[in-house]
């Protein structure tokens, strides 16, 4: 068989050969002329357009002018030529190739030259400029809407300019079209309006017009997110059609014992969610659940009830926390709301000691045990359930996908244990449907009545004095205050020295008697940070210096003061994190951010925008925005598990919105797409490219 042009090697395109195909293997991950067609285009430019020169712009966007060639001038290492036109003057400039251009651009020709200009020595120039002869773009009509490429220092040094990859693509794209065979089924095309795939692959690279372009960009945008979600719902819509959970159909008396005593009303949000999780327990299809729900939402509540619906039927929980501090704390707060119920709980973590250790596992293992509160500890090998019905995992992404493996394997009958993934990161919209496009989102969208709004507030390192009177004022009306330090990589001696220096100038302002100043920070010995936590969770200290430990879920109603320092080095999502840690007690709350002096135009306006709202879903969607999916909180640690070419989860919500509707719509009909008119959907998953690796093992 003879093999087809998309399945060839791409040394073999015309202009590429061996050592160009090495570069763009590894530069673009380039290995077929089918793989360089995939490569789109990231933006257009409109070469039809021809700029007077007196009308160049300096450092502006890339302008074609045309132009006769007034002098060549040959300094030492260079070629300098002036070019004019009607309106005006300026010099192009080229450091390779020197002795062709020179004989290229004699004085008196005209040429039409396209590049990025700017301005050297007063006059205006260009570096390295695309030479075009003027009657060749005239005649043959050749495309002048060209595409952009992606592109780097080693393809540019090379030879593989902007000019040359148009031209690659233009080979390519002549050998490719006549065997490009449609992907998606003519039904899915019709009924979404859709360019066939060929015309699609034509116009991203050389659009006929604007119109073509933006048919041709949804066409392409819209069959990767439609398959990406066809993959991902496929596995949701085959799981509920079989009885592979375990059913949960009782409610039980511990959870209205417990329902009974609380202190307040569940809100509104929250019992929705209860509900909800209630439906999934009962199916007899496994429960797979997210629950977002933004900082003092109320989800540990949600995490009790939900455990001793599963105590209710006979089986045992564990709530498994990211930290030592959080596992301890979730304990304390867990054994309140238990105690009414008779039900048996238990903490383990890293530091349970050995002693202890025999007397709790053998509980365990025995049934005794109803609930368990832990750390990654829970997941050694040597702790036995007896019978292991649900799995509540607080802020998922710090436990990494083998370990969430490693527990799955805990269960006894066969049947896997229902999964409840709590996070206080607010997950765009987009992204959730994403990266968790196969489990179920519940979100609380509802604060416990009674917080107070958090004032923000953005100071300099000028209004120091001031700041250290505030927190004087409000230590003196009772109240406790945070101040955290960045630390961005545990390691980092720097950043250790920053918190040991805040600390020192801390307790120097904050003198004791009558102050006292706690420091808490990864490097020190558990019991250490235990002591210090806990010396300002019960009120002795008055002051909590520390890193990033106290992000997630520390509560200490008392505090009303988040100071971050070098808020600069802070995300959106984990600014809105630590200011998340007061206003959770009565008093009027306030985040001060203190910025360094040299702070960049993003930053500040991320700083600003965080002083302007407390809405953690708008801020997750402004950090989406600014920083891209991929460097998104909550998924910068494993990356995101899917790359796309084309679709950015940033900015095609509303593509992707369309294209799950439609993929649920399908699904709906064949959930397992084994109907002949779905065969092409069929196959294009088959190749494996919309799996996302990560986040299935969550079932
Ligand atoms: P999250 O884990 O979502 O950040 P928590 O579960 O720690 O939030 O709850 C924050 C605080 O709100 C806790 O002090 C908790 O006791 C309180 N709380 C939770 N639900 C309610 C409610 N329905 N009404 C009043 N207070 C509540
Ligand atoms: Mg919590």
New binding site residues.
């Given amino acids: 068989m003879i093999k087809k042009a998309l399945d060839t090697e791409i040394q073999f395109l015309p202009g590429v050969g061996p050592k160009r195909a090495s570069l763009l293997a590894r530069e673009l991950g380039v290995s077929t002329i089918g793989d360089l067609v995939r490569i789109y285009p990231f933006r257009h430019i409109d070469r039809s357009t021809v700029t007077p020169i007196a009308e160049v712009v300096p450092d502006a966007a890339m302008v074609q002018i045309k132009g006769e060639v007034v002098s060549v001038e040959t300094p030492p290492k260079r070629l300098k030529v002036t070019v004019r036109d009607a309106s005006g003057e300026m010099d192009l400039v080229f450091f390779k190739g020197l002795k062709y251009t020179a004989e290229r651009l004699v004085p008196g020709a005209v040429f039409t030259f396209f590049g990025k200009p700017s301005v050297f020595n007063g006059r205006l120039n260009m570096v390295h400029p695309e030479i075009d002869a003027v009657q060749a773009d005239a005649a043959v009509g050749k495309p002048v809407i060209l595409g952009v490429y992606p592109s780097t220092e080693k393809l540019k040094n090379a030879g593989i300019t902007g000019k040359v990859m148009n031209k690659l693509m233009a080979n390519a794209l002549r050998m490719v079209l006549p065997e490009t065979e449609e992907t998606l089924p003519d039904y899915v095309l019709k009924e979404n309006g859709l360019m066939g795939l060929a015309p699609a692959l034509r116009n991203v690279h050389f659009p006929t017009d604007a119109e073509a372009l933006r048919r041709a960009r949804y066409r392409l945008k819209f069959e990767e997110l439609f398959l990406l979600q066809l993959s991902l719902l496929k596995q949701k819509f085959i799981r509920s059609r079989g009885e592979n959970g375990i059913k949960m159909p009782r409610v039980g008396e511990d959870f209205n014992l417990c329902y009974n005593a609380l202190p ?4 509104g949000a ?1 019992k929705r969610v209860i509900k909800e999780i209630r439906t999934d327990m009962m199916s007899g299809h496994q429960m797979n659940r997210l629950l977002q ?9 949600v995490a009790v009830l939900t455990a001793l619906l599963a105590v209710g039927n006979g089986y045992q929980a564990c709530i498994m926390a990211p930290t030592e501090v959080l596992a301890r704390q979730h304990f304390a ?1 867990i054994s309140k709301y238990l105690a009414p119920t008779g039900v048996k709980t238990a903490v383990l973590t890293g530091s349970t000691k050995a002693s202890e250790r025999k007397k709790l596992l053998p509980a365990l293992a025995a049934g005794e045990i109803g609930i368990i509160v832990g750390t990654h500890a829970l997941i050694e090998d040597t702790v036995v359930f007896k019978k292991l019905g649900l799995a509540i995992i607080d802020e998922q992404h710090r436990f990494g996908v083998d370990q969430r493996a490693k527990l799955w394997s805990k269960t006894t009958d066969g049947l896997p244990p229902h999964v409840l993934v ?1 996070t ?1 990161t607010p997950i765009p919209r987009t992204l959730a449907m994403t990266l968790y496009g196969d489990l179920d989102v519940s979100v ?1 969208d509802e604060m ?3 917080r107070k709004p958090i004032q923000t507030m953005l100071i300099t390192e000028r209004q120091r004095n001031s700041l250290w009177k505030f927190i004087k004022d409000q230590i003196g009306l009772g109240r406790q205050a945070f101040i955290v330090y960045p630390l961005i990589f545990e390691s980092e001696k720097l950043d250790y020295q920053n918190l040991e220096q805040g600390y020192e100038k801390v307790v120097k302002a904050f003198p004791f008697p009558p102050y006292k100043v706690a420091i808490v920070h990864g490097q020190q010995a558990n019991d250490v940070k235990t002591f210090n936590m806990d010396a300002f969770v019960a009120g002795r200290a008055n002051i909590l210096v520390s890193t990033t430990v106290i992000e997630v ?1 520390v ?1 200490v ?1 008392n505090a009303s003061v988040m100071v971050i320092e070098s808020a600069e080095r802070f995300g959106l999502s984990q600014l809105h994190q630590l200011r ?1 840690r007061v206003g ?1 007690g009565a008093d009027k709350s306030y985040c001060i951010l203190v910025k360094g002096d040299k702070v960049g135009k993003d930053s500040q306006h991320r700083l600003e925008f965080l002083c302007s709202t407390e809405n953690g879903f708008d801020l997750a969607e402004e950090d989406m925005k600014m920083r891209g999916p991929g460097d998104l909180e909550g998924t910068q640690q494993s990356g995101l598990p899917i790359s796309l070419n084309i679709a950015s989860l940033a900015k095609d919500g509303i593509i992707l919105q369309a294209a799950r509707g439609y993929a649920e719509r399908v699904l709906a009909e064949d959930p397992a797409l084994e109907q002949p008119q779905n065969r092409l959907l069929r196959k294009e998953l088959a190749k494996g490219k919309y799996e996302v690796k990560d986040y299935s093992k969550i079932s």
């Avoid at 307040?264 to 809100?267: A, C, E, K």
């Avoid at 729900?293 to 509540?301: F, L, N, P």
């Fill in positions: 307040y009303q569940l809100t929250q729900g933004d900082v003092g939402s109320g989800k540990t509540m707060n709590m206080a609380i416990p009545p009674g879920g509560d109603p998340g959770r």
